[in-house]
């Protein structure tokens, strides 16, 4: 006579405890993937909202443009003004900020309007718009955050140039 046997399918306990570590690892790095994508993504998203925002902008709005001597100009802090109370007796303008900033879970942005006005009337001659995203990056704890701006340094400071017209003679 014959016994019959019956054949268990699946792991034993022993086989799950040995492989059950292998499938944690293999999970964390699935949602550790998961996560960058995201991330990367999130920040794709809002570079190019940031982008958009500063098209809408226009740059540089110049108001009024100032005569100045070729020494004058040349005697003036190169474009970097400050806000008024910090001005030199010799700069003609001076700066004034408003910040607004938002937050979008582990992104900021922030838009901030740069306005020069003349130091003898505080009329506007002229003012831009700095549009930022900061942060967004998969938290490691290690790594700096990433930022996105716009406009460029270099179109900001031409047109802080752009002011200012030069008499010859």
Same mark, same amino acid.
Request: one cysteine or more; proline letters at 4%.
């Given at each position: 006579?014959?016994?019959?046997?019956?054949?268990?399918? !699946?792991?034993?306990?022993?086989? *799950?405890?040995?492989?059950?570590?292998? %499938? &944690?690892?293999? &999970?964390?790095?699935?949602? %550790?993937? %998961? !996560?960058?994508?995201?991330?990367?993504?999130?920040?794709?998203? *809002?570079?190019?909202?940031?982008?958009? +925002?500063?098209?809408?902008?226009?740059?540089?709005?110049?108001?009024?443009?100032? &005569?100045?001597?070729?020494?004058?100009?040349?005697?003036?802090?190169?474009?970097?003004?400050?806000?008024?109370?910090?001005?030199?007796?010799?700069? +003609? &303008?001076? $700066?004034?900020?408003?910040? $607004?900033?938002?937050?979008?879970?582990?992104?900021?942005?922030?838009? $901030?309007?740069?306005?020069?006005?003349?130091?003898?009337?505080?009329?506007?001659?002229?003012?831009?718009?700095?549009?930022?995203?900061? !942060?967004?990056?998969?938290? $490691?704890?290690?790594?700096?955050?990433?930022?996105?701006?716009?406009?460029?340094?270099?179109?900001?400071?031409? !047109?802080?140039?752009?002011?200012?017209? %030069?008499?010859?003679?």
């Amino acid at each position: 006579m014959r016994a019959n046997h019956v054949r268990v399918k !699946g792991r034993s306990f022993l086989g *799950w405890i040995v492989v059950s570590p292998f %499938i &944690l690892v293999a &999970l964390a790095i699935v949602l %550790i993937i %998961i !996560g960058v994508i995201f991330c990367e993504a999130n920040k794709a998203y *809002w570079d190019y909202r940031v982008s958009e +925002i500063c098209k809408s902008d226009g740059g540089m709005e110049i108001f009024e443009h100032i &005569l100045v001597s070729r020494e004058g100009f040349l005697q003036m802090s190169k474009g970097n003004f400050k806000p008024k109370k910090y001005s030199r007796p010799n700069e +003609i &303008l001076y $700066t004034q900020r408003n910040n $607004t900033a938002k937050r979008h879970n582990l992104i900021r942005i922030t838009r $901030t309007e740069v306005r020069f006005l003349r130091i003898s009337d505080d009329k506007l001659i002229a003012r831009y718009f700095h549009n930022a995203r900061m !942060g967004g990056d998969f938290p $490691t704890g290690i790594a700096h955050g990433s930022s996105f701006s716009c406009p460029e340094p270099n179109a900001v400071l031409q !047109g802080r140039k752009n002011i200012f017209v %030069i008499m010859e003679g």
